[in-house]
DNA sequence: CCAACCAGATTTTTT
DNA sequence: ATCTGGTTGG
């Protein structure tokens, strides 16, 4: 879904009178406005406290979004600020959505008032294209997504000789990247971070390919922000004036920010400055402090209110408000600085700090487990979750043999947990790794159970939404070369390399966009009559497209365009299985372009504002990472993978080392911390990575969680995790480590499983580990049936609720050798029936056991 | 210009 | 093991 909302569209509240004023006076008379009713104290506390910096420690299930936009409600109604003087920036436009959702619950229309409720990117985009010019960019630039980014580097290699075989251009995209994250322009890179990539061209590189954006007249994501905090301190006038304009600040999820977040963040909320000496923030950055141009220009124009008479005096603002946990910072690896909400009070002196301790959520048991794993992490603020719910079901820990047994076993679980009368919705498997998902989508399939895969690609990430942009790119904009260039020879017009080459060369030499090189080009003869031929008839088309552009409705323009230039035949031609989905997606998005006035202002905020929506609300499983779980919650929550190696990642720890291994646990934090009734953690003894099996222990995690909380399981996957086998090698049998106040049944019947050898055959341990070693050899003989199976991982085809078994029981309508067709399988003969599960040969995805109501005739 | 083949990588994700 | 992207051969 796309959501925008107009400034121009402010109602609801007017604007020279509180918002919801009714109902502050007619609480006013009794204990206060009526949306504080239902607060607890600390909730209040952070509602109330409008004056100074605030930060609201909010852990996991406290009731964060409700303060929040509580808090923008008090604002309002106590007449404190207009709707337009706040700030309130989120990071992801789902969170800015609910926000909005919910205070349009509390305040009616009013949310529609609220222009600056926001991501940082939205709003940083917007602000730079009010000043578009002070950062050589015209208002209606572009912002390129990743993709394009790479693009463009990777030309400005070759155009350096640079072999990027040794220096790949995802690798200095990823370079420039850290430091926009970091606020650093070209000029500020330090010399040695600068000198890393490509023999010491990365810093020369970072300035060339700035300058290729402007010529473009596009910017990145970083720049939304980066640019913005130029402006500012370049032009103190401009900064002075969001200052006073905005009133209040709010931030959401402030553990996540990254440096350029938090300058930017600083200078609107005009915080006095600290002295500039090279140890103002101990152990933050080394190299030369990015945050002293920012300190001395705030100082300035707060030491300088009066430099603008025509202004009303008013203050600097320092009414800020971050909301955060840094128990639930994991996003350090892509440039969240935890050290921001560490450090909050130093950053904003005075600043109240209020604990928001009380959890909503989950029963006893899991909270203290959650709490427990987390109190092992050193560098943290501090907070005591607690409940007034009962103890609840005890977390549970569950071995298995390898991963699919792991996969056997929550699949049963979640069936019996089904039986018990529980919604599908209320059940989410939270996975360290994607590729761990394969195992249960597999799983899934063969049971006949619906799920439905949260995250993965975005919605304008997949190929044929971005070129469908790109179509649009070119109308709007013939400069946009990037985009010109995506779609130059899609669908095939026999415009290949040597076509675009020669363009590129033309528009060099002329310093025109490739379009009009294109343009020129095709009245000369340099070109094959037949290339020559297709390139005029693009050219042709697009002129036509743009001059239909003035009489035509912008959706019925991207209908013509999508039809005209054979595109949509394209896909209507291609006969693999996620074509359909191509198509469908390609509707979607001419549909969501209707909330968009025109052609323009789609496209200025598609690359922001466009993601998935939420989906069907169909009864399913969700299966996601447990970073796309944060912020979510389900009353039964499944955890597996708790393996060292995979959870902590190998790879984190080797890289960031003790940083690395708090993050981990943090997210094992959070993952505990999304289930309300039950949360089920696994490990597996053997898991294949890369297609090699290997034998795991168990995760470190396991060990820090307070016996008295946990009960050890045996897996319901229909055998037994006992044995010598792998268990005997783990550290989780550990007493020792594992505590000694273990007394549960499930442990003590673990430890005699321990020392008897598997539980189910009863032999000895050797006799155990046999069993198991068939099973585990039968089940890889299901190896070509796994391997197929991702090649439709990539499809965009998952359109999600689509997989949803329709019934059950019946016997199947199908027959054998029926042609059938399978949303992510795709096309198929069925060569067995039994009962309504099908084996169907796929022609690409090989055979497999499907479930009938999954499959359609073809 | 297209298909078929081969080497390299392969956590996590937003905008 | 598998997916990607690039190179090679037709």
């Known amino acids: ?76 109604s106590q007449g404190r600020a207009r709707p337009s003087e706040i700030l309130s920036v989120t990071f992801t436009n789902k969170a800015a959505r609910e926000m909005k ?85 070209p000029s500020q890179v330090p010399a040695g971070e600068a000198a890393v990539f490509a023999n010491g061209k990365g810093g020369k590189l970072y300035a060339s390919y700035q300058e290729r954006l402007k010529i473009l007249n596009a910017a990145d994501f970083g720049d939304l922000l980066l640019e913005d905090i130029r402006i500012f301190r370049e032009h103190p006038d401009i900064l002075r004036q969001y200052q006073q304009r905005f009133k209040y600040i709010l931030v959401d999820e402030y553990q996540d920010t990254n440096v350029a977040q938090y300058l930017w963040l600083r200078l609107l909320s005009q915080a006095p400055a600290k002295p500039a000496s090279p140890t103002v923030i101990p152990g933050r950055l080394e190299e030369p402090n990015p945050e002293s141009g920012d300190e001395s220009s705030a ?42 909400i560490l450090r909050f009070d130093h950053d904003f002196p005075g600043a109240k700090v209020i604990r928001l301790e009380r959890n909503y959520r989950s029963t006893g048991h899991i909270l203290a487990a959650a709490s427990h794993l987390i109190a092992h992490n050193e560098g943290r603020l501090g907070k005591t979750l607690r409940t007034e719910d009962q103890d609840g079901e005890k977390v549970t820990v569950t071995g298995s043999w390898d991963s699919e047994e792991e996969a056997r076993g929550i699949g049963e679980e979640i069936e019996q947990i089904q039986r018990q009368g529980e919604k599908l919705n209320e059940i989410a498997i939270l996975v360290r790794a994607s590729y761990q998902m394969r195992e249960f989508e597999d799983r899934f399939v063969t049971l006949g159970l619906p799920y439905r895969v949260i995250g993965g690609p975005r919605f304008y990430e997949r190929a044929e939404i971005r070129d469908a942009l790109a179509y649009l790119r070119v109308i709007n904009s013939p400069a946009d070369d990037l985009a010109f260039e995506r779609i130059v020879n899609v ?54 497209w743009r001059a239909q552009r003035e009489v035509t409705a912008h959706t019925d323009l991207a209908q013509i365009v ?76 499944f955890l597996p993978g708790w393996e060292e190696g995979l959870f902590p990642s190998q790879r984190t720890l080797d ?51 307070p016996a008295a909380n946990v009960e050890i399981t045996e897996s319901k996957g229909g055998s037994a995790w006992g044995g010598t086998g792998g268990y005997g090698a783990s550290r989780f049998d550990d007493m020792e480590a594992f505590g000694s106040t273990y007394s549960t049944p499930g442990w003590q019947r673990a430890q005699a499983n321990r020392n008897k050898g598997g539980s189910r055959n009863g032999g000895g341990g050797r006799g155990g580990f046999e069993e198991e070693a068939s099973n585990f050899s039968s089940s890889s003989s299901s190896g070509p049936d796994f391997g197929s199976f991702s090649s439709r991982r990539r499809g965009p085809l998952t359109i999600e609720g689509e997989l949803v078994a329709k019934s059950t029981g019946t016997t199947s309508e199908f027959s054998l050798s029926d042609r059938v067709f399978h949303q992510k399988f795709g096309y198929g003969r069925v060569t067995r029936i039994d009962g309504n599960k099908l084996t169907i040969a796929f022609d690409k995805a090989g055979e497999k056991k499907v479930v009938d109501s999954f499959v359609q005739r073809a």
């Open 101 to 185: 959702h919910r205070l349009g619950q509390m305040l009616g229309q009013a949310v529609e008032g609220m222009p600056w409720l926001g991501t940082f990117h939205s709003i940083g985009g917007r602000i730079l294209r009010t000043h578009a010019e002070l950062a050589q960019l015209k208002s209606n630039f572009t912002v390129l997504d990743t993709d394009d980014q790479v693009r463009l580097l990777k030309q400005l290699l070759q155009a350096d000789n640079i072999d990027d075989k040794r220096w790949p251009a995802r690798m200095l995209a990823g370079l420039i990247d850290g430091w926009k994250n970091r606020g650093l322009t």
């Open 1 to 76: 879904m796309i959501r925008m909302t107009e400034p121009s569209k402010i109602t609801g509240v007017p604007d020279h009178q509180p918002a919801a004023g009714g109902i502050a006076a007619r609480a006013r008379a009794s204990v206060g406005p009526k949306y504080l009713t239902g607060l607890n104290p600390e909730q209040r506390d952070a509602v109330e406290t409008l004056d100074g910096p605030v930060l609201v420690l909010a852990g996991a299930g406290t009731g964060k979004t409700r303060v929040l936009t509580t808090r923008i409600a008090h604002i309002l």
């Open 562 to 637: 999508l039809d005209e230039s054979g595109y949509t035949e394209m896909w209507q031609k291609d006969r693999s299985a996620d074509a359909a989905g191509r198509l469908e997606n390609l509707k979607e998005l001419v549909r969501s372009m209707e909330e968009f006035e025109n052609l323009q202002g789609f496209l200025e905020h598609i690359s922001l504002v466009m993601d998935r929506d939420s989906g069907a609300d169909e009864d399913a499983v969700s299966l996601m990472t447990l970073h796309s779980a944060k912020g979510l919650e389900f009353d039964n929550v």
């Open 491 to 544: 669908p095939k017009r026999g415009l290949g390399d040597a076509t675009v080459q020669m363009l590129h060369d033309h528009a060099r030499k002329r310093r025109i966009p490739l379009f009009e090189a294109a343009r020129a080009v095709v009245e000369t003869d340099e070109l094959k009559p037949k290339a020559r031929g297709s390139l005029r008839d693009v050219v042709a088309q697009f002129d036509r």
């Open 655 to 705: 890289e960031q080392g003790r940083a690395g291994l708090e993050e981990e646990r943090r997210l094992g934090h959070v993952g505990l911390t999304r289930a309300r009734r039950r949360a089920k953690i696994y490990f597996a003894t053997n898991r294949r990575i890369h297609g090699t099996w290997s034998t795991t222990i168990p995760s470190r995690f396991l060990d820090e969680l």
């Open 299 to 340: 100082r300035d124009s707060g030491s300088a209110p009066s430099a603008h008479p025509g202004m009303t005096a008013v203050g600097p603002t320092k009414n800020i408000c971050c909301v955060g946990d840094d128990d639930q910072s994991i996003y350090g690896w892509r440039g969240a600085e935890v050290d921001n």
